[in-house]
Nanobody, 125 residues
Framework: QVQVVENGGGLVRPGGSLRLSCTAS????????MAWFRQAPGKEREFVAK????????DYGDSVMGRFTISKDDATNTVELQMDSLKPEDTAVYYC??????????????????WGQGTQVTVSS
């Protein structure tokens, strides 16, 4: 069983930055595509960012493009999400997800086998 654990959420002012990290306990981690999703109260879970198993390919949701950066480190089984220029509408619970199979449908939550428990990010003055 793969355990996925997120860290780094918190309260930040608009325009500020925050870095989320996530570790996945698997010897096959280097073969995993990894992603971040988020869910605000009353809304559906939303795709935020993904990185391919090799780290060479990334993609972002339209609402975070140009502000967020995802990166993968196989040496530490970690994926990070650097969030800059944060806005109040970025407030949500952020979830890390792992896909051992590299699905082409990576914007859909159903493509991911393993999920973390989520970490709260609140952007407010």
């Amino acid at each position: 069983q793969v355990q996925v654990v997120e860290n780094g959420g918190g309260l930040v002012r608009p325009g500020g930055s925050l870095r989320l990290s996530c570790t996945a306990s698997s010897r096959r981690y280097s073969q995993f595509a990894m992603a971040w999703f988020r869910q605000a109260p009353g809304k559906e879970r939303e795709f935020v960012a993904k990185v391919s198993w090799s780290g060479a390919s990334t993609d972002y949701g339209d609402s975070v493009m140009g502000r967020f950066t995802i990166s993968k480190d196989d040496a530490t089984n970690t994926v990070e999400l650097q969030m800059d220029s944060l806005k109040p509408e970025d407030t949500a619970v952020y979830y890390c997800a792992a896909d051992p199979w590299g699905s082409s449908q990576y914007k859909y939550a159903s493509s991911y086998d393993y999920w973390g428990q989520g970490t709260q990010v609140t952007v407010s003055s």
